[in-house]
């Protein structure tokens, strides 16, 4: 076996390698030329406020079609593009395009929608981001309210201060921070004591398993009472059914998001459940 040195480990060679290799170089092109010919778009799902029983807020999703191979889901694609150094161009196309949206709605809708926008690692800790983004709102006139930045724990790996330094301007601006797949990883509880972190995320992992298994139920609500204490807001994530939606709205959740309430829409698809009124 030939072993070939990356960073600071070994991998294994085996034939397997060169088709993936391949495979690599050929997204990577798709993946220049998408961004070139600005192939991507964003989907929205709504987040269900289980107090007013309505969509008032709605987590943005990237969409990439390729001519050729169709739809290409962000599982497929994100990391990739985070280790070839394109997210941050990716992720301002993003954040342009969720501005530009949430400005529609003011002026369209009666009442005003909060966007909530995915942003990667790399991309939260470039030196230029906040600048960037604070242009993008002047361009597109977004509110910071309007606005909210949603985050995994990967980002608060190896913190040196700089994230920190982030966090603090991004409150200053007025926009608010998610912490989202919260207990999928390591979910250091240190986290939600140190960083100024608005929303918590549940993993969509607890949800799904929450008829059979009572223990995902305390885990849903033991992450609740914790986000309560902290004076966090909590979102479900993965909702797909009525018994998921009733066990966890009993756990005092405050938001629901899921396939049940809908599945990520264009935007103007998802303007009838603004005006929606559920049960
Ligand atoms: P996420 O931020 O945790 O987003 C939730 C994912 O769960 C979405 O997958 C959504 O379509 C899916 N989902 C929502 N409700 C349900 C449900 O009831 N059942 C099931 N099975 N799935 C549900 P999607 O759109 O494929 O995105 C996957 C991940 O890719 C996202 O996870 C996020 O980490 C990343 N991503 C998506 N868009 C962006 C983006 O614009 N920028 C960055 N940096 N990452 C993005
Ligand atoms: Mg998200
Ligand atoms: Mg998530
Ligand atoms: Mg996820």
Not at 18 to 25: H, P, V
Not at 225 to 243: D, H, P
Request: net charge negative; charged share 30%; with cysteine.
């Amino acid at each position: 076996h030939a072993k070939e040195k990356k960073g600071n480990y070994f991998i294994e060679y085996d034939e397997n390698m060169n088709y993936r290799l391949e495979d690599q170089i050929i997204l990577e092109k798709k993946l220049r030329d998408a961004i070139k010919n600005r192939a991507f778009d964003l989907y929205y799902q709504p987040k269900y406020d289980v107090r007013s029983k309505e969509i008032r807020e709605v987590e943005a999703l990237i969409r990439w079609f390729d001519p050729v191979s169709g739809w290409i889901p962000p599982s497929e694609f994100i990391d990739f593009a985070e280790q070839l150094g394109l997210m941050s161009v990716i992720g301002e196309y993003v954040l342009e395009t969720a501005c530009k949206q949430a400005v529609y709605w003011q002026k369209t809708q009666n009442k005003n929608i909060k966007i909530s926008v995915n942003i990667s690692p790399l991309h939260l800790k470039e030196r230029n981001f906040i600048m960037n983004l604070k242009k993008i709102m002047e361009r597109t006139g977004c509110p910071a309210e309007l606005l909210e930045i949603e985050i995994t724990e990967n980002s608060l790996l190896h913190n040196t201060g700089l994230i920190e330094r982030t966090f603090d301007r991004l409150k200053k601006i007025g926009i608010s921070i998610a912490l989202d797949d919260f207990g999928k990883g390591f979910s250091s509880l240190s986290y939600l004591k140190n960083f100024p972190i608005d929303t918590l995320k549940i993993d969509q992992t607890f949800v799904m398993g929450l008829k059979e298994d009572t223990n995902d139920e305390n885990m849903v609500r033991a992450i609740i009472g914790l986000a309560k204490i902290f004076n966090m807001k909590v979102v479900a994530e993965g909702v797909e059914t009525c018994s998921e939606k009733m066990i966890i709205e009993r756990a005092d959740c405050d938001f629901l998001q899921g396939y049940f309430f809908s599945k990520p829409l264009p935007s103007h698809k998802i303007e009838h459940l603004f005006k929606k009124e559920f049960s």
